[in-house]
């Protein structure tokens, strides 16, 4: 298995994950609040995500994703707001 299929990236409302298009994209309405969950599939390695939404970084160094686990991102890790889907 190549080593980019070994990590996933989802967007969920409502805690449920958003089916991709055909092309990968997703479509939620304006003024929906999303998450972001990052996958790591392997099963001794580490990953370290680096978060970008619209050119601003979310992540302040890296989120840590243990190996064969998930992370639910919700929000900055520095900023309180919850990411939000706006016009």
Same mark, same amino acid.
């Given at each position: 298995m190549p080593?980019? +299929?070994r990590f996933g990236?989802?967007?969920l409302v409502n805690g449920h994950v958003v089916k991709d298009l055909a092309n990968g994209e *997703?479509?939620?309405p304006f003024e929906t609040e999303y998450? *972001?969950?990052l996958r790591n599939r392997h099963k001794d390695r580490y990953a370290v995500v680096k978060l970008f939404i619209d050119g601003e970084e979310m +992540?302040?160094?890296g989120f840590i994703i243990p190996p064969n686990s998930h992370r639910d991102i919700e929000r900055s890790s520095h900023k309180a707001v919850r990411f939000k889907f706006v016009d």
């Open positions: 080593f980019a +299929s990236l989802h967007v *997703v479509q939620i998450s *972001v969950r +992540s302040k160094g």
